[in-house]
T-cell receptor, first 114, second 111 residues
Framework: DADVTQTPRNRITKTGKRIMLECSQT?????MYWYRQDPGLGLRLIYY???????NKGEISDGYSVSRQAQAKFSLSLESAIPNQTALYFC?????????????FGEGSRLTVL | SQQGEEDPQALSIQEGENATMNCSYK?????LQWYRQNSGRGLVHLIL?????REKHSGRLRVTLDTSKKSSSLLITASRAADTASYFC???????????FGSGTRLLVRP
């Protein structure tokens, strides 16, 4: 089984719908991240969490919210999806150290908003 | 805005040749990392170089870091068709513990 699992892997939805992307990890890492990837723009950080009680906004948090339900689970929600949120979303984890360490990525959730 | 920017955006070489990709960044860093992404898949960590290091090797990969120029390069020697992928640099910014990624270099290795 993958160390970082994202569900769903693909989702097509309509404008205005609420969408939740889920991420679970078996690596035992404290730090979890949500990134968005658009063609030609690389990855942009949406939210990150360094432990269950710690949630931080990234570069592009508007229109998104997150929930850290447990050390192993970090969910990303789009309360009212819009077409420009069509993208590939990645969850990642890292061990808690004194620096930004190696990230371990899930396989991604491809979201299409019509 | 992107912390790291890769150059070139795309690179096409013949199998067996070396591939060099460059990354420039804006602020001081603790470390810089390189990742690889096969088409549409999750990113995979390749190598981490700290601000007090100038060069690091891992197999066919060689990474250099010049903090005075705020730049890094990734060299893949004796490339293979299987090296075809996008390569991203990521930096942490000096006082943060999160990684910010560049826009990547798309490498095509022709058989």
């Amino acid at each position: 089984d993958a160390d970082v699992t994202q569900t769903p892997r693909n989702r097509i939805t309509k404008t205005g719908k609420r969408i939740m992307l889920e991420c679970s990890q078996t690596k035992g890492h404290d730090r979890m991240y949500w990134y968005r990837q658009d063609p030609g723009l690389g990855l942009r950080l949406i939210y990150y969490s360094f432990d269950v009680k710690d949630i931080n906004k990234g570069e592009i948090s508007d229109g998104y919210s997150v929930s850290r339900q447990a050390q192993a689970k970090f969910s990303l929600s789009l309360e009212s999806a819009i077409p420009n949120q069509t993208a590939l979303y990645f969850c990642a984890t890292s061990a808690g150290t004194g620096e930004a360490g190696e990230l371990f990525f899930g396989e991604g959730s491809r979201l299409t908003v019509l | 805005s992107q912390q790291g920017e890769e150059d070139p955006q795309a690179l096409s070489i013949q199998e067996g040749e070396n591939a060099t990709m460059n990354c420039s960044y804006k602020t001081s860093i603790n470390n810089l990392q390189w990742y690889r992404q096969n088409s549409g898949r999750g990113l995979v960590h390749l190598i981490l170089i700290r601000s007090n290091e100038r060069e690091k090797h891992s197999g066919r990969l060689r990474v250099t870091l010049d903090t005075s120029k705020k730049s890094s390069s990734l060299l893949i020697t004796a490339s293979r068709a299987a090296d075809t992928a996008s390569y991203f640099c990521a930096t942490d910014g000096y006082s943060s513990y999160k990684l910010i990624f560049g826009s990547g270099t798309r490498l095509l290795v022709r058989p």
